[in-house]
């Protein structure tokens, strides 16, 4: 073919799955990088200190704890058909990610005309849970101790 | 290349009311994972500096009480669980 520009079919297929497999990559890694950036960017202060709340003379600022967990994993794979003659090629690529950002809140700044003071927010629901979970492991810790065999045979019955 | 690990102290925009002004701090750590995309972003409230009218400073600590209980709990599981181990264990020996 005269123009370089046109497609040839023969030689320039292998090279056009490279370049494919190249393009999807880079794309890819592009979105990925963006995402990236999109996620580092709530390590700032913004996130964690809410818009003031004005209530007559009284602002309150709420604040949270926030912890974001992000992962991603891409892969790719061409290959061509082993049988002479055969010009079969083929390809695919994919890719996946996952991520969770969790939120709670732990006080709230108060400014009043008496001054500002700090008001912690105490979550009942997560204290009230490890207090079980300690108790119960406390609890379990005691039983065993106090008759090792007895709690062994129980659980082989 | 980036940091694998990051951790700082900043400050945020300061708010005015009336004669105070609050600046609020915050710490972020940073973790990525070296050559895979991901990591983990954890942000914390610090702390916050309150400016008044005659130029004092005061900076005001936030506690996360929730946190601090929820460790004392598990501190006191875990001592109350290896003191009961060895007072078990010495009477067993004896």
Redesign the interface.
Known sequence: MSDESNFDATEGEEMDLDDLELMESEQTMDVIQDTMDTFLETANVDAVYGEPIENGQTVVIPSAEILAVMGFGMGSGYGSSSEEGDENQGGGSGGGGGGRVLARPVAAIISSPEGVRVEPIVDVTKIALAGLTAGGFMLGMILRMMSPKKAVGKIKT | MANFF?YEI????P?K??E?T?T???K?L?IR?PG??????????ES?L?VNAQGGE?V????????R??WT??G??LI??LL??I??RKRATA
Not at chain 2, 10 to 13: A, T
Not at chain 2, 36 to 45: C, D
């Open positions: 990051e900043k400050g945020g925009k708010f009311f009336g105070n609050i609020p701090f915050a972020s940073v994972i895979l995309p991901g990591g983990l972003v954890w942000n914390k409230p916050v309150v005061e005001i600590p936030i506690q996360d009480t929730t946190r209980i929820e709990l598990i006191a599981s109350t669980s009961v181990w007072l078990f």
